[in-house]
């Protein structure tokens, strides 16, 4: 067995042993760290790698740190809201009680949401508003399951949604009017039938949401909204932020946490140490879900090795050599991205096809965008945002796949079934 199998069969190990955590007893976050280091233990001794590795994974950690501070930002952001309770904002204005309904309610806020932030912000700040509005446990699961899909749904149709349809719009393969028009209806249908699916899941009745009693609330209505407001305009400027600046995003998350910082000291100057300690940012960061952050860069990590080694290029080539049809190509590099990161896929097509080969707004790159954003939907670790929820509700990857796998699954091949009758009637 050579070097490059060993790694895969690594990252294939790891991936069981999150899968059943539960099973082994061990935390994922732990698993993920030791499966991302082994993997780049094992790169390091192929042949001609002692001295580049260095250089690659320096380049390397330089990526994934951005999706790391990018991630602490947007926590703690969403931390330092729901210490104000800013989030009664929305939670007070949703006069729904009926679980079936708030979850239809919900689940489309996600799917718009993410289209003008991305998923993985999306998934947070939803996944915060739920636990306002869903006690039980695992019934918030299965909202939060359904958030997955959407925030991924919601992305895969923007050119600032998804990581990867931003690739392909930067990249010259798509232009932003012409995805939107395309993918919205197909991105939509890939959404509506996993929520027919787990509409059925749960009993319908009140959703016996948290109310704190008023005592207990330390800020004004006016600090709420402040909060509120501050925090999520802030958020939702990120995109604007990195097109003026062409900066990277989490340049933009760290600049809108350093002004919501600034702003919350302003506003709490006067009060007692302790309750301005309790709604500042430094106690915002303690709560933070640190776990979350390292399986995040223990799953990047070992994505990364894969990349690096060439496993997935090959992998990509392979099927462009062995399989003619274009659809079934797009259909299977989706199947895949539910398993690893899709970015690194989606650079290696990139690689692969050239625009004077396969031109821009070819049916094949919105097809990819579609395949991607909408198939790493199919396991809980095959986005940002199913990562973030993992972590954040601490939701087992065997019941995700139990509940959801199937019900995402028939709704990507939904949407891309339309997509494709769509494209031969519009041609």
Request: net charge positive; charged share 15%; aromatic share 10%.
């Amino acid at each position: 067995m050579d070097l490059n199998s060993i790694i895969i069969l690594c990252f294939i190990l790891g991936y069981l042993a999150i899968a059943f955590e539960q099973k082994i007893g061990i935390h994922k976050s732990a698993i993920a760290l030791l499966t991302g280091v082994v993997s780049w233990i094992i790169f390091i001794f192929l042949p001609g790698n002692k001295d580049l590795v260095p250089v690659i994974l320096l380049e390397k950690l330089g990526k994934i740190s951005g999706i790391l501070f990018f991630l602490l930002g947007a926590m703690t952001i969403v931390e330092l809201i729901d210490a104000h309770d800013g989030f009664e904002v929305i939670t007070e204005r949703i006069k729904v009680q009926r679980k079936r309904k708030l979850l239809w309610i919900l689940s489309i806020i996600a799917f718009f949401l993410s289209a003008f932030i991305d998923n993985l912000t999306t998934a947070i700040v939803m996944v915060s508003i739920i636990r306002k509005l869903v006690t039980g446990q695992k019934e918030r699961w299965i909202f939060a399951g359904m958030i997955i899909i959407a925030a991924n749904a919601g992305g895969a149709w923007s050119p600032i949604g998804d990581v990867t349809t931003t690739m392909l719009w930067m990249g010259g393969q798509v232009t932003a009017l012409t995805i939107v028009l395309r993918l919205f209806a197909p991105s939509l249908f890939s959404l509506i039938i996993p929520l027919i699916f787990s509409t059925f899941m749960i009993k319908d009745g009140d959703s016996n949401s948290q109310k704190r009693p008023k005592q207990d609330i330390l800020t004004t209505k006016f600090e709420r909204r402040f909060v509120f407001y501050s925090g999520i305009m802030a958020i939702l400027s990120i995109p604007l932020f990195s097109g003026i600046t062409h900066l990277p995003p989490y340049m933009g998350m760290l600049f809108a946490l350093g002004l919501i910082w600034c702003l919350t000291e302003m506003i709490h100057r006067g009060k007692e140490e302790n309750t301005r300690g309790s709604l500042s940012v430094s106690h915002a960061l303690k709560n933070t879900d640190s776990p979350t952050i390292l399986f995040f860069l223990g799953i990047l990590l070992c994505i990364s090795a894969l990349e690096s080694s060439g496993i997935l290029i090959r992998g990509a080539g392979f099927l462009a050599t062995y399989i003619k049809d274009q659809r079934l190509i797009v259909l299977l590099i989706g199947l895949i991205s539910s398993i690893v990161d899709n970015v690194p896929l989606v650079a290696a097509v990139q690689g692969m096809y050239p625009l004077t080969v396969i031109p821009t707004d070819h049916f094949f790159w919105e097809f990819i965008a579609y395949a991607t954003g909408t198939g790493g939907s199919i396991l809980i670790i095959g986005s940002a945002a199913g990562i973030a929820v993992m972590g954040m509700e601490n939701i087992s990857f065997l019941w995700y796949m139990k509940k959801f796998s199937i019900p995402a699954l028939s709704g990507t091949v939904a949407g891309a079934t339309l997509y494709i009758l769509q494209s031969m009637i519009f041609k």
